[in-house]
Nanobody
């Protein structure tokens, strides 16, 4: 199957920056949408930013102007540059990707995979 491995989380002071990265591996034929979600205990997981295969992006209103999502199709990676971080950005951040994977010589199927999550903590 497809594995997503995230990196780059940590502890930062308010106003600081962090960059999250996510690498997808496996018998990937193509990846359509990639995105970053976040979740705090007791709340539902929410979309932070998404990027299509052709580079179209969308952001949650709360992060517009502060976060930038980008992807490298050749390396099957997606990044999230987070600037001007605020305590309310504290959450576990998850990478998500969907596309097509090769299961055998002539059999393909769609996949939708999640990373294991990386903690981002912003102190005031």
């Amino acid at each position: 199957q497809v594995q997503l491995v995230e990196s780059g989380g940590g502890l930062v002071q308010a106003g600081g920056s962090l960059k999250l990265s996510c690498a997808a591996s496996g018998s990937i034929v193509s990846i359509n949408d990639m995105g970053w979600y976040r979740q705090v205990p007791g709340n539902e997981r929410e979309l932070v930013a998404g990027v299509t295969a052709t580079g179209g992006t969308n952001y949650a209103d709360s992060v517009k102007g502060r976060f930038t999502i980008s992807r490298d199709n050749a390396k099957n990676t997606v990044h999230l540059q987070m600037n001007s971080l605020q305590p309310e950005d504290t959450a576990v951040y998850y990478c998500n990707a969907g596309g097509v994977v090769r299961k055998s010589f002539s059999y393909y199927e769609h996949f939708n995979s999640w990373g294991q999550g990386t903690q981002v903590t912003v102190s005031s």
